[in-house]
């Protein structure tokens, strides 16, 4: 009896929510808008290919199968109920004046508690506006360039590490190295001091493990966010788990903050020599931070400097790995392109790798473009929720709460914009004379950069 109840429940769920699904479909302005049927009723399919890891192909697959007869793309393609992929990083959504906040996406990228929340992933935009400004100016190149000693300290060592193993007579795996390059980068500019991994050459305490299990839980995760606080707990008890990464790296940056405070309030009680030597050291993003928070400059919180330190360390250094091995890669791919680089570095006879000297090697900034074009580290749509009274879109009125976002690689593949060879390796299409032209690449090229700290293209 008691079962025969239980099938009659499940099947009345189940047909309210088809009436549901149906009744919205039917309803919704977006109802013509193409896809896989089963994005109509579920996210399953966008988890299976994010899941994959084939996310950036399959979306730019499904705007080149929908679109309209002499069109590269279809404009609008449907990943799932209310979650809608644009092919152009249209101003209403990323502007700097868009009222559009994040989706519950970002929720996977913080900490459940209420109470935690990072710039990243913050969906309250007066708060995210409040908190970007405190930052800002820490993140502008002025400043950056600034710690190019740090930088200096840690490409010193691993040119030490290339010879080593170009010495040898055996292979090894480049993007494993990038990596510890810009893990020790970002931990000397964030902490003073290098993680270590190009001195050891391998992961140190799992720090690196436990990055890429986090992006990948929180990239996930954020498909059913409502998950989000029910398994957070529980994994975080398993090991190897994403919880447990994140749970890693947090207390990572709170032990490192808290010996620079130790560090700091020992130094001012010596009130010697001593303490006024270390202060002519170079000064890294934890000595700034901590200084605006113990003056008091723009209301910075102990919170705001636990954040910044997190974020540095997700944000900075597989981002930098990624777009270092992408360009290395398509170097190694296309031989006339690699002897035209070598021949440009010969004939400046570049002593130093400082930035002013490197910017004016043109051939060199134009194969960086195209590594970051051709590969950029951000490979998924970045969610923004269309607010109340609905928004016109790439021509399209989208009713508020619909979920849009551009994938990064649709842009840098869209051969209306970068031609028949899009798909090619070619630095020279940024070697333009046509500063029209160059403009209009320039306004479709969405590097990999922090969107938190720029208002440039799509940033927001």
């Not at 508690?113 to 992933?121: A, D, G, Q």
């Not at 597989?318 to 021949?343: F, N």
């Not at 046509?434 to 969107?451: A, K, N």
Request: proline share 5%.
């Amino acid at each position: 009896m008691h079962t025969h109840a239980w099938g009659f429940a499940l099947l009345a769920i189940l047909l309210a929510w088809t009436a549901k699904c149906l009744y919205h479909e039917l309803k919704s302005p977006l109802r013509r808008v193409p896809g896989p049927r089963v994005t109509r009723f579920s996210r399953l399919w966008y988890f299976w290919t994010v899941w994959r890891g084939q996310a950036h192909h399959d979306i730019i697959a499904l705007h080149r199968k929908h679109a309209p007869p002499g069109e590269f793309y279809a404009p609008i393609v449907r990943l799932g109920p209310n979650l809608y992929s644009i092919s152009t990083a249209d101003k209403a959504v990323y502007g700097i004046s868009s009222k559009m906040p994040k989706s519950t996406w970002y929720e996977g990228w913080k900490h459940p508690s209420p109470e935690r929340w990072n710039l990243f992933s913050d969906q309250d935009i007066t708060r995210h506006n409040q908190t970007r400004k405190k930052f800002q100016a820490m993140y502008s190149l002025s400043s950056l360039l600034r710690y190019e000693g740090f930088v200096d300290q840690a490409l010193d060592l691993f040119r030490e590490k290339l010879q080593s193993l170009a010495q040898s007579a055996s292979t090894y795996d480049m993007h494993h190295w990038l990596q510890c390059y810009a893990f020790d980068v970002v931990g000397s500019m964030t902490f003073g001091r290098r993680f270590g991994f190009l001195d050891e050459g391998k992961d140190i305490d799992g720090c690196m493990s436990s990055l890429e299990s986090s992006m990948v839980y929180s990239t996930l995760v954020g498909i059913f966010p409502k998950l989000h606080p029910v398994l957070y707990p529980f994994l975080e008890r398993l090991p190897g788990t994403g919880a447990v990464g994140r749970t890693f790296l947090m207390s990572f940056a709170t032990s490192r903050i808290f010996t620079r405070e130790k560090e700091r309030a020992d130094a001012e009680k010596m009130g010697t020599e001593e303490a006024l030597a270390e202060g002519d050291q170079p000064r890294d993003f934890l000595d700034v931070v901590l200084d605006a928070e113990k003056s008091g400059q723009k209301n910075t919180t102990k919170y705001n400097v636990f954040m910044m330190a997190v974020s540095n360390i997700i944000a900075g250094s597989d981002t930098t790995a990624v777009s270092l091995s992408s360009i290395l890669w398509h170097l190694a791919q296309s031989p006339d392109a690699l002897e035209r680089l070598r021949k440009e570095l010969d004939e400046s006879a570049v002593s130093s790798t400082n930035f002013a000297t490197l910017q004016k090697l043109p051939y060199l900034q134009a194969c960086i473009k195209e590594g970051l074009r051709l590969c950029s580290a951000t490979g998924l749509p970045l969610w923004r929720v269309v607010p109340s009274g609905g928004a016109e879109i790439q021509g399209q009125f989208f009713p508020g709460g619909s979920e849009v976002g551009i994938n990064t690689w649709v842009a840098h593949y869209d051969e209306h914009v970068w031609g028949s060879d899009a798909a090619k390796f070619r630095p020279e299409r940024w070697l333009l004379d046509d500063h029209t032209e160059l403009r209009r690449l320039e306004e479709h090229f969405m590097p990999v950069r922090d969107p938190d700290f720029t208002t440039r293209n799509a940033g927001n």
